[in-house]
Every structure is written in C-alpha cells, then in structure tokens.
C-alpha cells in the first residue's frame, strides 16, 4: 500500500511534468514570435509533497510541486528561491528538492551532462576540472563532481571515485548531490581493483567514503568487512548516513527474511526524503526477485521505468541512466 501510494505521487509528477513540456512549447512559440527581447526563463525546481502528521487517505497522493524562479542558497538545509512570477523570496526545506533544472548552464556543462549520459565517462572525468572552473553554484559544483566520481565507479577507478566522494563530504551536502552516490544497490559482483581500493578507505575518516567502500565489500570475499563497517555506520550522528547503512544491510537477509521483512522495509523507505528513495527501492526489488516474489518485484521494476524519482539529465533517456547507476555498470 505504501509503494502504491508513493507511485500515485511520481505518476502525478510524470504527468504534470509531461504537461509543462507541452505549455512551455506553446509559450516558447509565443515569445519566438512576439517577445524576442524578453529574458531567459528561470530555474525549474521540482519538490517532494510536504510531510504532514496526518495525510489524507484515498487515491490522490500528495502532488509534486513545480516552482520556476531564481536559486539564491541551496544547502544541506534549506532551499531558497526567488519566485519568477511574484518576484517574492520563498524558502524551503532542503530535503524536498528532487531536481532542479537551471537554464544558465554554459557550453561546457551542457557537453559535460551530454557525455555522461551517453556513457563517455573518461571525457566526463577529464573534463571536470574545465567545468568546475568555470564556477557554476556551489551545489552544481557538488552535484557535478558526484557525477564524475559514478562515471569513474562505473569503469572500475575506484580510488578516483572515493577520492571524489572524500573531497565532497568535507563539507555539508544536499540531498541531490547525495542521492547520486555510487553506492551498490544490488548483488552484483564487485571488480577486483575496486576491492582493494574500498579496502584502502574502510577507515577513512568520511562517513560517506566508509559507507560507499562497504557497500561495494558485500559484493567480494571481503563481505564480512563490509558488513562489519556498515553496522558501526547505522549508529553515525548523521541520520542520511545511518539510513542508508540500516538499508545496505538489508542485502544480507536471507529469502525468509526479505519474506518477513518486507512490509516494514517498505515503511522504512517512504520514511527517507523522497530524492534518495530510489537506490533503496532498487534493493527491495532486488531482494524480492532473489527470493522468489517475482510478482511484487515487477510492480516495482515497472514503477521505477515508468515514473523514476529523480529527475534525469533528459526525461525519455532517464530511465536508462537512473537505474545504469542503481543496477550495473554496463546497463
């Protein structure tokens, strides 16, 4: 009931997404013909329902909320925009965000997205110091390198991979950056070189180094050392972090368990901000395969393809890049 519900809300957003595409096509005609001199929209920011202490049961979910304005602070706290039609200043709570889609991206940013959805990741790689120079927002700066360190897990560099996610969480990071983390969703063997490299960081002093290297660990011999490190993490001051090791942990269970276990996984999921639902989801739909509820597995499966929770590069191709990064290198 829980996943339903949760996809009642991304189908809302698909649809409502799908929509703005169409009005912004008329609106687009209307200036090329009308207005040439009028300025260039603002940012388009995409965020989760509010949470509230009683939700309102029944088929409408709670509405994905779209605003186009001006981004003017975005931390690990708070969001704040400037509203394009009311010019007014309004604030939210970060953990809502699940895309922004800025339209002041310059050439070398738009080729950078281009070459990392299409697979390019060693031009992805080299041509981050170019874009970084250039000096995008802060939080595009940190989204942007978390990109480059899932271009370098996906071709087996693990240590470029940590060493970015180790610069990155020197600092606080939004949710968006962190959605994006390569961590290992699913059972997939992980590469020799990329397990001594996680076995190099187990014991590095960022969280969010430790959690990643684990989380590739439960993929090698080296399971029980992944395991170890991911159950210290569960008790981490950071309520992201121990989230997400409390999840990760949810790859060991055993086919009874996932049985058991299910319904309160999938409470434990509609619990987290929405942005950094989908690798956990990803896990669930794993686990419910491998142990036999193929059923439940494909509702999920079908769910994510067709209403993902995070926002991609292109909308049609998303997909492909979304779960890429969930499931295997080579999707």
């Known amino acids: 009931m829980i996943l339903f519900r949760m996809f009642r809300t991304c189908l809302l957003f698909w649809v409502n997404f799908k929509l703005m595409l169409m009005r912004f096509s008329l609106v687009h005609l209307c200036v090329l013909s009308f207005c040439p001199l009028l300025p260039s929209s603002a940012s388009t920011i995409w965020l989760a329902p509010q949470k509230t202490s009683s939700e309102i049961q ?17 931390t690990q ?34 080729e950078f997205r281009q070459a990392f959805e299409m697979g390019n990741d060693s031009e992805v790689l080299g041509n981050l110091p ?44 939004p949710l968006l950056s962190l959605a ?14 990329m397990i001594s490299e996680a ?14 290297a684990s989380s590739w660990l439960l993929g090698s011999p080296k399971r029980k050392t992944g395991v170890d490190e991911l159950q210290q993490l569960t008790k981490s001051k950071r309520p992201e972090i121990a989230g997400l090791a409390e999840i990760l942990l949810w790859r060991i269970a055993t086919p009874d368990q ?9 409470q434990s999921i509609a619990s987290l901000p929405m942005v950094i639902q989908t690798g956990p989801l990803v896990l669930l739909m794993d686990k ?44």
């Open 258 to 266: 996932v049985a058991s276990s299910k319904n309160t996984w999938e």
């Open 58 to 74: 029944g088929w409408y979910a709670p509405s994905i909320q779209t605003l186009k304005g001006d981004v003017v602070e975005y």
């Open 77 to 110: 706290e708070v969001i704040v925009v400037v509203d394009s039609r009311t010019r007014k200043e309004q604030r939210f709570a970060s953990s809502r965000v699940i895309w922004i889609e800025s339209d002041d991206l310059t050439g070398a940013e738009k």
């Open 199 to 212: 076995l190099d960081r187990i014991s590095d002093p960022s969280e969010l180094v430790r959690l990643t």
């Open 180 to 193: 994006w983390v390569p961590l290992a969703w699913t059972n997939e063997a992980t590469a020799d070189p």
């Open 130 to 173: 170019e874009v970084l120079n250039q000096r995008p927002p802060v939080w595009r700066q940190q989204w942007l390198t978390m990109v480059a360190a899932v271009s370098a897990w996906r071709t087996n560099r693990g240590q470029i991979a940590l060493e970015l996610i180790g610069q990155l969480d020197r600092r606080p990071l």
């Open 288 to 331: 419910l395969r491998a142990s036999g509820d193929e059923v439940s597995a494909r509702h999920l499966q079908w769910a994510l393809e067709v209403t993902p929770l995070l926002k991609q590069l292109d909308w049609m191709e998303g997909v492909k890049t979304l779960l890429s990064i969930c499931f295997a290198k080579d999707f």
